[in-house]
């Protein structure tokens, strides 16, 4: 099927979005706590971060997808760095962003931090007492990862995240805040973005062109630059853009993550603009960037023989390499 023609069969299937699962409590929640100011973050870890770790030269911080299984994420990032023979030097951090249905059915208590159905994954403002966006808890793990008192050996952290995980990476990574702490202490920042099923563009520029007026929100957060979440802080699109180009990133697609009626897949129309199915998606999104930076150093990387699969894109050989060259 040709590039247009699978643009074309995707844009005929509609543009409802698609069931998220948002409103289904998790099987699992995650054993520990992370307290933050705004309250205690649900997260999985390889290994006890309260106490110094001074055999651990890369933190790998894995985001899960709209089903909110963090400890299945967990065991496919500690699987992966096994079989990469770097299990005993990394420390995987699994972060969760629980709801109002994860609360209620576990019982939870009040000072666990919950967001509004998918909110997490634009960056949302966690909901009830205290309130933090997605994002800045993330920047919290990052911060509690630069305490050399804790990571004396730590010299590379890595933000990684597969389908709604990997909108998350792809966003944050966007609008990230910087860190002039791991600067300074010689650890460097980069992310892996799996298999999301849509982009934040810096333009009005899509790949495949809607009737004019069919959908007015295409270029809203978290498809564009309009309507950007409190997180952007006053960035402009101009300077997020810098920042994001900037960045070290990597694109690993599953090269057999191309149906168009995938029952995750976003088929919003402002998903829809972006192509058929994930994986023309990714090419056209990395085409866009380098168009607008001939001089990009982001990399796109093809996982043979996988689709829609967290555990098969981390585990096998090109994800291992993207996790843990």
């Known amino acids: 099927m040709s590039k247009r023609a699978g643009w074309l069969l995707g844009l005929m299937i509609g543009c409802a979005t698609p069931p998220f699962a948002a409103g289904q409590a998790v099987k699992v929640v995650s054993p520990e706590r992370f307290s933050l100011q705004a309250g205690d973050l649900s997260l999985g870890l390889s290994q006890d971060w309260r106490q ?12 899960h997808g709209r089903l909110r299984n963090a400890q299945t994420y967990l065991k496919s990032a500690e699987d992966a760095a096994a079989h990469a023979g ?37 960056g949302d403002s966690s909901i009830g007492h205290g309130q933090i966006s997605s994002y800045g808890a993330l920047d919290q793990i990052i911060k509690h990862l630069g305490n050399r008192q804790l990571f004396p050996a730590l010299k590379e952290i890595v933000v990684a995240g597969h389908s709604g995980g990997g909108q998350v990476v792809q966003r944050f990574a966007l609008t990230g805040h910087d860190h002039p702490a791991l600067q300074a202490a010689g650890i460097s920042l980069r992310y892996v973005i799996a298999n999301p099923s849509s982009y934040a563009y810096f333009s009005p520029q ?76 990714g090419h056209n999104y990395f085409d866009y960037l380098k168009q607008r930076h001939p001089q990009l150093s982001q990399r796109l990387v093809e996982v043979p023989g996988v689709g829609h699969d967290g555990d098969k894109m981390f585990t096998s050989p090109l994800g291992q390499k993207a996790l843990f060259h």
């Open 52 to 63: 110094p770790l001074p055999q651990i030269t890369r933190a790998l911080i894995i985001v």
């Open 206 to 281: 899509r790949p495949v062109q809607l009737a004019p007026g069919s959908c007015p929100q295409f270029n809203d957060w978290k498809y564009g630059m309009q309507k950007l979440p409190a997180y952007a802080n006053g960035q402009s699109p101009q300077q997020l853009e810098k920042a994001y180009a900037a960045r070290d990133i990597t694109y690993l697609l599953g090269q057999q993550d191309t149906d168009p009626n995938h029952p995750a897949l976003d088929k919003s129309c402002a998903a829809e603009t972006q192509g058929a199915y994930r994986l023309i998606r």
């Open 86 to 122: 770097q299990g005993a030097n990394t420390l995987v951090i699994a972060p969760q962003f629980l709801n109002d249905a994860d609360i209620q059915r576990h019982h939870l208590g009040d000072s666990v931090l919950r967001w509004h159905g998918n909110g997490w994954m634009a």
